[in-house]
């Protein structure tokens, strides 16, 4: 009967979805109030089919000692239903109207989000603290300020699917760290008359970053950086298909687990048509060799630049010490392969 109401109330938000996309073919983008409305509803049904399947699965295994596996089935396809309807709104199909918003917040913004002195990694700052010659990322209103986190005083308060360490000032926030803030780095979308020999997950690439032939023997594409990246960018979310089981090497997906961490499934992208760019990001030989952690936030994984990352530089991130001895194996199975 859950199942069954949430499926309902997805079919709903899709009719009002489609009649949206239909506005964005008339005028080429939404308004931003139209936008607002329409990214409140999808975040208001994403929590609350969150907590649903939270709920469920905590039931199912209070009951049986295990995740019931239908339930499990079932609410796995209606989180995948959401997430291509997510997937379609960000990628391509409608844009959001912003040039009102950032003319009105250059006017009025109390702080702003600036490269710091060497130009390492962001920090906050008052605007009238600013200097001339420092880089302004992003201007912030003083509730957005505050908002962006709170000090979480304990190691055992410390939740890891909302929580978030910071690695210069190496304290742990509820957020992030109010003063070394962290800045989403888009996805490039995907336009009619790009080259259409290339995925959609290639046509995702933001500007800043580049696919090509990876540094790394045997690893195939992998992705560079096009200009200095400093700390507290992040790339994301990772995007590709739900399922319950992946192969141990595959190393295009991410295991997701709950606020108990207990595994809930996997995001896969090995399909390069229904995935973006990160699926293109390689593993470090190396676990030092990494310039970028992973991340889950809520249902959500994302990559963090935690150092600075120089032009041209691979980003690399590190799967584990387990998921790197299955990989080596596997690259040395291909590598007599083509020998032979």
């Not at 950086?225 to 192969?247: L, M, N, Q, T």
């Amino acid at each position: 009967m859950v199942c069954n109401c949430f499926i309902d109330k997805l079919e709903g938000d899709i009719l009002k979805y489609t009649h949206l996309l239909c506005i964005w073919e008339q005028d080429g983008k939404l308004p931003s109030d139209v936008w607002n409305q329409t990214e409140e509803s999808l975040n208001d049904f994403e929590y609350k089919l969150t907590n649903e399947k939270r709920d469920f699965m905590r039931d199912s295994w209070r009951k049986y000692g295990k995740h019931d596996e239908q339930a499990f089935l079932t609410l796995g396809k209606i989180h995948q239903m959401h997430y291509d309807l997510r997937y379609g709104i960000l990628h391509g199909r409608i844009v959001k109207d912003e040039t009102k918003e950032l003319e009105y917040l250059e006017a009025n913004a109390e702080y702003a989000i600036v490269l710091n002195s060497n130009n390492k990694y962001l920090e906050t700052k008052k605007r009238k603290d600013v200097l001339p010659n420092q880089k302004v990322i992003k201007f912030l209103m003083k509730r957005d300020f505050e908002q962006l986190g709170k000090f979480v005083e304990s190691e055992e308060l410390f939740n890891k699917l909302t929580d978030l360490l910071c690695h210069v000032c190496r304290k742990r926030f509820q957020g992030c760290c109010p003063n070394h803030p962290i800045v989403l780095v888009k996805d490039r979308l995907p336009e009619y008359d790009d080259d259409k020999t290339l995925s959609i997950s290639e046509r995702t690439c933001p500007p800043s970053l580049e696919i090509r032939e990876s540094s790394i023997p045997f690893a195939g594409l992998g992705v560079f950086a096009k200009e200095d990246i400093p700390a507290g960018f992040f790339f994301g979310p990772y995007r590709g298909i739900w399922v319950d089981s992946v192969s141990p090497t595959n190393s295009y997906s991410w295991e997701m687990v709950d606020e108990f961490h207990n595994k809930i499934g996997y995001i896969d992208s090995t399909d390069k048509n229904k995935s973006n760019y990160l699926r293109f990001v390689n593993h470090a030989p190396y676990e030092d060799e990494q310039n970028i952690v992973a991340f889950q936030r809520n249902e959500d994984i994302y990559y963090r630049a935690y150092k600075p990352i120089a032009k041209n530089a691979e980003i690399l991130t590190y799967y584990g010490e387990k998921f790197h001895k299955e990989l080596e194996k596997d690259a040395k199975k291909r590598q007599h392969a083509i020998l032979e």
